[in-house]
């Protein structure tokens, strides 16, 4: 690979050489001297495909360059010259022109017509099984295309939605003619997996290796897309490369009626017969497959309800997982931000990292690797595109940030993966106050380099430089979760608001930092919401707003208003951790259990440093029986927030199971570590003392304050509850569970599933509690299943 840093066409963007307010972007990388890079259109098997301006002819083109260890297979390049040429005759507006093929340093690439669109499979993605009426208009499309193709004498042989684009001009163009071939070489790939095409799509003769592969084996892989068209689902599924390939030798193809009943009769008839194994038994040549599409009459495609007639429209449900990583085409990671400043100002780079996650997060057509992934690259000195394959993105995102005496000296750049082709770069000097603009600025470029669009609108910045100081110091301390850094970081969100009372980012931190205060004084959950409130009626599009809204109704109690609101943030910000740790937290309590483990795990894989998700799936795991697991969570948390934490988790546990020994030999490791928090405090201290911990000033004292919210309360009472049975005093257990369940308790799980809450269960008290706390749940599990 030629090290294209070695011979720059531009200045470092990177380096530290003066400049004035705003560098121009620096252009991409030029190829061969004439194709200049514009943007990343895509990467697959073949090697990644960019927007380039040919710059002698002053026309856009797709430029694709090659993997090497394709092309440096002997004799490989003599065959894929010889595949081009010939597909070259191919002249035809369904069809993309290849136009020229040539080297740059060690590459080799060719380059193609533009089309502007979206593949195939992207718009499948997003709305799933189509009309009748618009799978004949693509697929006589496609039709048109392959006919065109195969009077040329050019067999396709990797036909699939990912080579089929939706042209914004509204023609259905099919790319890749030519070059699949490149991957054969003459007679010497037969075994299953090593073939040319895409297992879901492969005709069986080209499972079985045979030689004379023909126009038949597009017919069947147009047969396996009108199947996907129709239905939303792969014709032929499975575990493994193998077994999907396997599976036509042995089973008859698919009949997508069986998938979808209302679909008429002559739609399975051609898909079936696309498909046949034996392959005489196909269509003999495209035209047939497109005068059959047609003569399905329009009374037979207007059987099909409305709803499969129209493109869905935006709703607040989750894409599901396939849909998500099927539309989001282009995996990129954004690394730390370096501070080149002094040490003080590393709060500016974290902030400024995470802020550009964010913002990526929310742009549709990206798949970005979540914060807690990347951070373990900070400080590293590491080349950006080891680490970008070690996270297996295709783009990776670096840069560096200094403050100056006029602001800020923000500089980034977007590097290609697979080739090291740098796609765009740029250096900014800006007032402090900027910070978030330039960063709305970055994303804008970032997203335009990888041919995606940006859905959410800029932000303003604030009016105060300072605000944004203090925003970004109050998020790394809300992150930190205990009390004394809620604390500061609601305290430094307040002197941010002070000098930007409207900015709805900053509102949004203040609104979540305080709901997580009111655990500790219920004053603050009124405030939160309030807080909240403006930051969505200023920016409605905001995900972090809506985020704010379900922590500020959650401690406001309104469990099922805030699922309703962590859902809209997820559909905003589909890679936001915190949003589905709430979730998460939510159903570890009111259940069900699979689902709880599902979104905490998700949260958990967005971010692995949130001790709040690894506490919540040890109770999952302890409510499962799973107590080792649960160990094992238990001794993470520890490792990130401490010893205290993890008393917390395992003192409670320990007493659900009465192991007395455990809960003794934990207290004494924490004799002498200040605990700021008085039921522990008070449970430690009567462990160490041998008492029971209703004789203790400090838990008395703690149940009689009134300070914190519902949820402090209901937890105090869980407790109490629970040692009252520890401790053999049943009564006072049955006088506290209905005060419990009446403070707001959601913990339906606890009260099914607590071993201790045995004497309880059959009394009227607990039975009354359990409606109450059932009532509550219901309310929200029905939020959640609305989606």
């Not at 409207?502 to 939160?528: E, H, K, W």
């Not at 401690?555 to 951790?577: E, F, K, M």
Request: proline share 6%; aromatic share 6%; net charge neutral.
């Amino acid at each position: 690979m030629t090290d294209f840093k070695a011979t720059p066409t531009f200045p470092d963007p990177l380096s530290e050489a003066p400049t004035g307010m705003v560098l121009s972007s620096a252009p991409g990388d030029r190829v061969a001297g004439r194709y200049t890079l514009l943007g990343l259109l895509g990467v697959g098997g073949m090697g990644s495909v960019y927007r380039a301006r040919d710059e002698e002819l002053e026309e856009l083109v797709a430029l694709k360059v090659l993997r090497q260890d394709l092309v440096n297979e002997p004799g490989m390049l003599e065959r894929f010259r010889r595949e081009v040429k010939l597909a070259r005759r191919v002249t035809h507006k369904n069809v993309a022109r290849v136009f020229d093929i040539g080297e740059h340093g060690a590459d080799k690439y060719l380059t193609m017509e533009y089309v502007e669109g979206e593949p195939l499979n992207v718009a499948l993605a997003r709305q799933g099984a189509m009309s009748v009426a618009r799978v004949v208009e693509i697929a006589t499309a496609i039709c048109a295309g392959l006919a065109a193709a195969h009077a040329a004498g050019v067999v396709h042989r990797d036909l699939k939605p990912e080579n089929v684009l939706l042209a914004k001009d509204g023609r259905v163009v099919i790319t890749d003619f030519g070059i699949a071939r490149m991957h054969e070489p003459e007679g010497a790939r037969t075994q299953v997996g090593a073939v040319i095409g895409t297992p879901a799509y492969m005709a069986p003769e080209q499972v079985q290796g045979i030689a004379d592969i023909d126009t038949r084996a597009d017919i069947y892989a147009l047969g396996a897309m009108l199947y996907e068209l129709f239905t939303g689902e792969k014709a032929w599924r499975g575990e493994s490369i193998v077994s999907v390939a396997a599976a036509r030798l042995v089973q008859p193809p698919p009949d997508p009626r069986v998938k979808r009943a209302d679909l008429p009769t002559a739609c399975g008839t051609i898909v079936l017969k696309c498909m046949a194994r034996d392959r005489d038994e196909r269509y003999r040549t495209a035209q047939e497959v497109a005068e059959e599409l047609t003569s399905l009459t329009l009374p037979a495609m207007n059987k099909l309800p409305v709803t499969t007639l129209v493109a869905p429209t935006t709703s607040s449900r989750t894409p599901t997982p396939a849909a998500q990583a099927a539309a989001a085409e282009k995996t990129v990671a954004v690394l730390p931000f370096r501070n080149s400043g002094p040490p003080d100002d590393e709060y500016l780079a974290e902030g400024l990292t995470d802020d550009l996650i964010d913002t990526l997060s929310m742009t549709r057509g990206l798949k970005l690797r979540p914060r807690g992934v990347v951070m373990r690259w900070k400080g590293v000195d590491q080349d950006p595109r080891e680490i970008g394959r070690e996270l297996a993105v295709q783009v990776v995102v670096e840069g560096s940030v200094r403050r100056t005496p006029a602001g800020v000296r923000i500089s980034a750049r977007v590097l290609s993966v697979a080739d090291g082709f740098q796609l765009w770069a740029k250096r900014f000097d800006r007032p402090e106050k900027d910070l978030f603009v330039v960063n709305d600025e970055v994303a804008k470029a970032i997203a335009d380099a990888l041919t995606v669009d940006m859905a959410q609108p800029a932000r303003e910045s604030p009016t105060d430089p300072v605000a944004v100081e203090l925003y970004l110091k109050a998020r790394i301390e809300y992150r930190k979760f205990w009390v004394e850094h809620v604390r500061a970081a609601v305290k430094l969100l307040e002197q941010a608001l002070a000098r930007a009372p409207q900015d709805p980012t900053i509102l949004s931190g203040y609104a979540s930092a305080l709901a997580r205060m009111s655990f500790f004084n219920g004053d603050n959950a009124v405030l939160a919401k309030q807080a909240a409130e403006r930051a969505l009626a200023a920016a409605p599009h905001l995900a972090e707003a809506h985020l704010a809204m379900a922590h500020g109704l959650f401690q406001a109690g309104d469990g099922a208003g805030a699922v309703r609101s962590a859902r809209q943030a997820i559909t905003r910000a589909p890679a936001l951790a915190e949003a589905y740790g709430l979730i998460g937290m939510i159903l570890s309590e009111s259940g069900p259990l699979d689902e709880a483990t599902r979104v905490l795990e998700t949260a958990r894989s967005l971010d692995p440093a949130a001790p709040s998700v690894s506490r919540n799936l040890a109770r999952v795991c302890v409510l499962r029986g799973d107590r080792d697991g649960a160990q094992k969570l238990l001794e993470q948390v520890r490792t990130v927030e401490g010893e205290f934490a993890y008393f917390a988790g395992v003192s409670r546990y320990a007493i659900w199971d009465r192991d007395e020994e455990l809960l003794r030999s934990v207290a004494e490791r924490l004799r002498n570590v200040k605990i700021d928090a008085p039921i522990q405090m008070a449970i430690r201290d009567a462990l160490l003392d041998k008492i029971s911990p209703f004789d203790s000033p400090t838990f008395q004292q703690a149940m009689a304050s009134n300070e914190g919210g519902w949820r402090r309360t209901a937890y105090f009472r869980q407790v109490e509850v629970e040692l009252a049975l520890y401790v053999g005093d049943v009564a006072r257990a049955i006088g506290s569970i209905l005060p419990c369940a009446q403070s707001g308790l959601i913990d339906l799980l606890w009260m099914d599933r607590c071993p201790l809450l045995a004497p309880l269960r059959g009394t009227p008290e607990f039975q009354a509690a359990r409606v109450i706390v059932d009532e509550r749940v219901s309310r929200m599990l029905d939020a959640l299943r609305a989606g």
